[in-house]
Structures are given as C-alpha cells and as structure tokens.
C-alpha cells in the first residue's frame, strides 16, 4: 500500500539530521561510514558536503 512517503535514504536523513541540529557534522558521519566499509562516490560526497555547508578537508 503505497503511504506517498519520500525516499530520501541514508544521505538525505543525514542532512536532515544536520538541518534539525541533531548532527554537528555530516562529513565525520560519511567518512566514518566509508571507514566501515560503505562505498559513496566522490561526486555524491561533495555534493552532500555542499548541501550541508561543511567543506572537504
């Protein structure tokens, strides 16, 4: 049954999160979770950077 909820995944609940002051930093986040293994491309992990307003270090 479709509920006409958005999928927004696991990056778009980390810029909510980031949004809603309940994450410092999406940054620490994506890199802890490439640390463990999690493949995110170079263009999508600027691209969050960019929407979260952090920057590549």
């Given at each position: 049954m479709?509920?006409?909820?958005?999928?927004?995944?696991t990056?778009?609940?980390?810029?909510?999160?980031?949004?809603?002051?309940?994450?410092?930093?999406?940054?620490?986040?994506?890199?802890?979770?490439?640390?463990?293994?999690?493949?995110?491309?170079?263009?999508l992990?600027?691209?969050?950077?960019?929407?979260?307003q952090?920057?590549?270090?």
């Amino acid at each position: 049954m479709a509920r006409k909820l958005p999928l927004i995944g696991t990056v778009g609940v980390l810029l909510l999160a980031k949004r809603r002051g309940v994450l410092a930093s999406v940054k620490d986040v994506l890199d802890e979770m490439q640390a463990q293994g999690m493949r995110i491309s170079d263009r999508l992990y600027v691209q969050v950077l960019t929407l979260a307003q952090e920057k590549k270090v």
